[in-house]
C-alpha cells in the first residue's frame, strides 16, 4: 500500500522504485512515458463480457471521436484535480500520444480554481501540469462564469472533455457529446467516462499505478472544497494506539456512499 500513500511523488521519485521490488504491487515507474502502449494494451486485450475493459474501450473511442471532430487547439480537458479527470487525463493523453505521436505542444487543461482549494489539491495540479505537459487555463470562481471567461480568452476553444460520470449530480441525462445547456457558454461537452463505476475509476488508476491527489489516501473519496469536504466517515477506524484514522478512498465498498464526505 505504501506506494499509493504519496502518489504525488511516486512516479517522479526513483529511489522508490527499488525498495518495493519485493512489494505485491506491480510497480511500474514510468506510467506517463508508457501510456499510449499500456492503455492500447488493455483495450485490445479486453474480453467482451469485460465491464472495466469495456469502459476503458468505450473511453478511447470517445476520446478518438473527439480528436477526428476537433483539433488540438480546440479542445481542453477540465482538470480539478479530482480521480475521474485524473484518470482521463491519463487516457487522453495516451489517445494523443497514439494518434499524434510526435507532438511535442503542451494540452490545454482548464482548472477553475474554487473559494477554498486544498493545497493537496492545488499541488497535485502542478504536479499534473508538469508531468503531462500541460497548458493551463487558470480561472476563478463559479463554473459558468469560467467558462464565459474561457470563451472570451480563448475563443479557438469549442470542447471540454470532462471526468463527469452519470452517478455524479445533474449527470443521469449526459450522453458522450452533449452541448452545455442553452443558457450556458456553449461549449461542446466530452463525456468519455461517463459509465465508469467508483471501482473501475480506482482500478484504471492502481493498475496503471498513476498519481492521483494524496487526499485520498486520507479518506477523501470525493473533492470538493475545503469548507464542505471532509473525509468519508465510512472509512474511520481506530488503530491500535487509539488514534482515529481513515483508510483509502479505494477501500469503500459502498459506491453509493462516493459523496459521504461532502456537504
Ligand atoms: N448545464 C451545463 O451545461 C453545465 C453544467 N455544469 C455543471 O457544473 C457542475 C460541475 O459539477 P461538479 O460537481 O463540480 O463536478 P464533478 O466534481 O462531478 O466533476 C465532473 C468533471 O467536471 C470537470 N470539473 C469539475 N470541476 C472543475 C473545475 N473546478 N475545474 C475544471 N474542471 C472541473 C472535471 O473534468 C470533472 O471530472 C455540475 O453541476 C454540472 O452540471 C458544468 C458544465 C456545463
Known sequence: MGVYENCEQTYSDKELAPQHTESIVNYDSQPIVNAADRVYKLVESCSS??????NVQKAVSVLEECLQKYSLDEICIGFNGGKDCTALLHLYHAVVKRKYPGHQGKLKALYIKSKLPFPEVEKFTQ???????????HFEGRIKDSLGQLKANHPSIKAVIMGTRLTDPYSSHLEAFSMTDADWPQFMRVNPVLHWSYGHVWKFLRDLCLPYCSLYDRGYTSLGSMNNTHPNPLLQYVDEHGVLKYRPAY???????ERDGRN
Open 251 to 257: 477501500t469503500l465498498s459502498d459506491p453509493t456512499k
Open 49 to 54: 463480457d469485460d465491464v472495466y475493459g469495456n
Open 127 to 137: 504536479i499534473s501540469r508538469d508531468k503531462y505537459h500541460l497548458e493551463m487555463l
